[in-house]
């Protein structure tokens, strides 16, 4: 939009030089055409911004995640790899939990408690610090990919690791119930997230190991617009995601109604997500 303000800018000058000139007339004619459809397309532009965040996520972002899905499937499957090993460890050498997880988690899943108890009563101030705690993690595996990816492969790996982890723990603590129902709602939304984050770091990374027929620093920039994309969508299933974890996982609803949301809200994502857009944006 700058590059055009600034040919809008070029095209008046010429036009004003062009108006002093008689024999000129058609050319004149067809600058001022053009001024007033460049003055329409720019000045719309303000009226219209909320309209163009809307096809945004509409369609431009879901057309984009599709572009950009296998580097967010190499995040899922270094996660998903992680989780199992995490598991298949706690599981053969429980002292491993013990150390990862902490003496004072452990307390409380020996008293059956859920860790998660200390939200109830400060849901709003709880709500904010997770959804502050929930970006820094994402924009970390996002801002990875500048390190050749290498930050962002360990924030996958640490993140399955522990979910691994945790998720075995609580099932020698018969308190797989309640640990799943806690992440259902919120865990819909916030996963995915934190994997499309790492995809975004991912797609950085390539560019910097693979330019292909770009230059380097020119396959970065065009990776770093596409990773920044990818990241910009998220931000507001992280707030929704937040919400839910300071308020509706930790509260003593229905096991049915946690579970359900959370159904529903990742049928929602991957209906928005893998929906069929147009190639080209809607005009």
Not at 1 to 16: F, I, K, N, P
Request: aromatic share 12%; hydrophobic share 50%.
């Amino acid at each position: 939009m700058q590059e055009t303000a600034l040919l809008y800018r070029q095209v008046a000058g010429d036009l004003s030089v062009l108006r002093q000139d008689r024999t000129a007339r058609t050319a004149t004619q067809y600058l001022n055409q053009i001024l007033a459809r460049a003055h329409n397309i720019l000045y719309s532009a303000r009226k219209d911004s909320w309209r163009a965040l809307w096809l945004f996520f509409r369609d431009d972002y879901p057309r984009h995640f599709q572009r950009q899905f296998r580097y967010v499937l190499a995040a899922v499957l270094i996660a998903v790899a992680a989780g199992v090993l995490g598991a298949v460890i706690t599981q053969s050498h429980p002292d491993f939990m013990r150390h990862f997880v902490g003496p004072q988690m452990i307390a409380t899943m020996e008293r059956h408690e859920m860790w998660t108890k200390s939200i109830v009563g400060i849901e709003p101030k709880a709500a904010s610090g997770i959804m502050t705690n929930n970006l820094s993690v994402s924009f970390f595996a996002y801002a990875g990919g500048i390190t050749f990816g290498l930050l962002t492969l360990w924030s996958m790996f640490f993140n399955g690791l522990m979910l691994g982890v945790i998720g075995m723990a609580c099932h020698q603590y018969n308190m797989s119930m309640q640990l799943w129902s806690f992440v259902a709602a919120h865990g819909s939304l916030e996963l995915p997230s934190i994997f499309i984050a790492g995809g975004a770091g991912f797609r950085i990374a390539h560019a910097m190991l693979f330019p292909g027929a770009y230059r380097w620093k020119d396959a970065v920039a065009r990776a770093g617009i596409d990773a920044t994309k990818l990241v910009v969508g998220i931000i507001p299933l992280l707030v929704i995601a937040g919400t839910l974890e300071g308020f509706l996982s930790p509260s003593a609803a229905p096991v049915w109604i946690k579970f359900t949301t959370g159904a529903m809200l990742f049928t929602l994502l991957n209906l928005w997500l893998f929906r069929k857009v147009p190639d080209e944006p809607v005009v």
